[in-house]
Nanobody, 117 residues
């Protein structure tokens, strides 16, 4: 059974940093495109970072230069380093792993990130 487990969320002041981690059981992250998504109250879930099997990364403009996604193949984990956090970064953050062939997609349970003074 596949399970993705996020950790590292919490409360941080504006301008601060947090590091989220996602560990997987049942799948090997390096065989998937993995990503971090977030969903704020009343808003749609949006992708904030992704990394392909080959290691290419993608970020939306809203977090580019502040967030960094990385993958540790030895530990089978994916991390999201978030710097210069803003109140608008407040959301539940989800880890995702997906592939096209064969089709599969998995989500973690989410971790709350709150940026507030």
């Amino acid at each position: 059974q596949v399970q993705l487990v996020e950790s590292g969320g919490g409360l941080v002041q504006p301008g601060g940093s947090l590091r989220l981690s996602c560990s997987a059981s049942g799948i090997i992250f390096s065989s998937y495109t993995t990503g971090w998504y977030r969903q704020a109250p009343g808003k749609q879930r949006e992708m904030v970072a992704s990394i392909t099997r080959g290691g290419s990364t993608t970020y939306p403009d809203s977090v580019k230069g502040r967030f960094t996604i990385s993958r540790d193949n030895a530990k089978n984990t994916v991390s999201l380093q978030m710097n210069s956090l803003k109140p608008e970064d407040t959301a539940v953050y989800y880890c995702n792993a997906g592939r096209v062939v064969p089709s599969a997609e998995y989500w973690g349970q989410g971790t709350q990130v709150t940026v507030s003074s």
